[in-house]
């Protein structure tokens, strides 16, 4: 047994995911920011894809318009080969990005801009002769590692091209002519230079970390979509093989009738638009009666009441939401116009349960009393919820049944059997829960 949610369940599980992992659009980005990140990008591109393209393009921008600062102090010093580094930065960034704009080739905008962070501050202080010339403007090619940290599967060969500069640089600085800039000027770019590069790499590790943050997020809202949660915890706490036996849990089947020839007749859409609200529904109430959902295999739904925890939920439980779903369907019709019905089956009785699986692992359950659910519902009457002899004692003198005559169960033979009508002390009770 597979356990998983219903199309509706997923549905809202991705919105969740969706807020989880969109915390960069809570930033001051200019609309057209985002509409550049996404030219290119198809519908089954992933968000994170989106959200790299955003990081780049903003921090492209940030250095762009630092430039300005470079360009007019060079130009006043009459250092036009310098200025013209910098400049040459935003025309080739701004046409860059009109590029990205038309094409949505962002490939080739990202390892322009890599090339151009890697190459230009080192050109840009060898023009000025040298680190202590420059200002340490060198600090600036460190942004292209960085970001190809962030932004390429291979920032390797960028680290080491860093690396490649700095020791070249090293070698020739002493044979280096150094421009004539004032003391004060110096100074000024040193903390300019300092500051921002310390601003550039803050901005890329702070991105990286969240993007780790999310990723660990939706992990854990992935697990806790496929595991109960104290399961969760013991399987991320590395128990494995994990397996407990319970001594008395609650099984029900619920099966809806005559589906699989309405199946035939409608739509595919329109069917699981139908699945999805039912299920949806038989979500809900299973949860507001503290029961864990097991899985759904097509029309088929099965939940289980005292496990994965023991005190959690009991057949009283079990029975309510029984009744409830029976209640449920009786306002519900097929997508053709057709009246719904389902048949319910119950047990109660030992079970084990656990993981299995490393890939696409399941929490699921084993026990005679599981096949006998089974059995109750697919022997049963349609609109009825047939129980066992033994869930028939659990639940005797809180609940009102109607015996069955004996019929011949597979693998049980002759056996005894009743309907769930009501609780007896409320024989509305099931009436007033349910909500179509």
């Avoid at 004692?393 to 033979?413: C, D, H, N, S, T």
């Amino acid at each position: 047994m597979i356990r998983s949610r219903d199309q509706g369940a997923i549905s809202g599980f991705r919105e969740k995911l969706s807020a989880k992992t969109t915390w960069m659009r809570r930033w001051p980005i200019p609309r057209w920011v985002g509409s550049l990140a996404n030219a290119g990008l198809g519908p089954d591109d992933p968000e994170e894809e989106a959200l790299r393209r955003q990081a780049l393009i903003m921090m492209a921008l940030g250095i762009d318009v630092l430039s300005v600062i470079w360009v007019a102090t060079y130009l006043s010093l009459d250092l036009y080969v310098s200025a013209l580094i910098p400049l040459a930065y935003q025309v080739i960034t701004t046409a860059g990005l009109v590029v990205l704009a038309r094409t949505g080739r962002f490939d080739a905008f990202r390892n322009l801009q890599l090339s151009l962070m890697l190459a230009l501050p080192v050109l840009l202080q060898w023009s000025l002769g040298g680190f202590q010339a420059s200002s340490g403007i060198m600090l600036w090619s460190l942004a292209a590692p960085l970001g190809a940290l962030v932004f390429t599967s291979k920032p390797g060969p960028w680290f080491a091209s860093y690396l490649v500069l700095v020791g070249v640089s090293g070698i020739i600085d002493p044979y280096l002519t150094p421009a004539q800039i004032p003391a004060t000027i110096n100074v000024n770019f040193f903390v300019l230079n300092i500051v921002a590069v310390s601003g550039v790499v803050y901005y890329l590790l702070r991105y990286f970390i969240r993007g780790v943050a999310d990723e660990r997020q939706k992990s854990e809202l992935l697990l806790l979509n496929v595991l109960p949660a104290s399961v969760a915890r013991r399987l991320k706490a590395g128990e494995r093989p994990l397996a407990d036996r319970f001594s008395s849990a609650g099984i029900l089947f619920a099966d809806i009738v005559g589906f699989t020839t309405m199946s035939e007749k409608v739509e595919p859409d329109a069917l699981v638009e139908f699945l999805d609200d039912l299920f949806t529904r038989f979500d809900a109430l299973v949860e507001r009666r503290g029961l864990e959902k097991i899985k759904t295999v097509g029309d088929a739904y099965i939940a289980v009441g005292g496990v994965p925890e023991l005190g959690t939920a009991d057949i009283d439980a079990l029975a309510g939401a029984a009744l409830e779903v029976r209640e449920l369907v009786k306002n519900l019709r097929f997508p053709n116009g057709q009246a719904l019905q389902v048949r319910i089956g119950l047990d109660v009785g030992p079970v084990v349960a656990g993981v299995i699986g490393t890939r696409k692992f399941a929490y699921d359950l084993w026990g005679d009393s599981v096949n006998t659910a089974s059995r109750m519902e697919s022997s049963g009457v349609p609109g009825e919820i047939q129980v066992t002899e033994r869930a028939y004692q659990a639940l005797a003198g809180r609940y009102r049944f109607r015996p069955r005559a004996p019929i011949e169960v597979k693998g049980k033979g002759i056996i005894s059997t009743y309907f769930l009508e009501g609780r007896t002390e409320d024989p509305n009770e099931a009436t007033a829960s349910a909500s179509p």
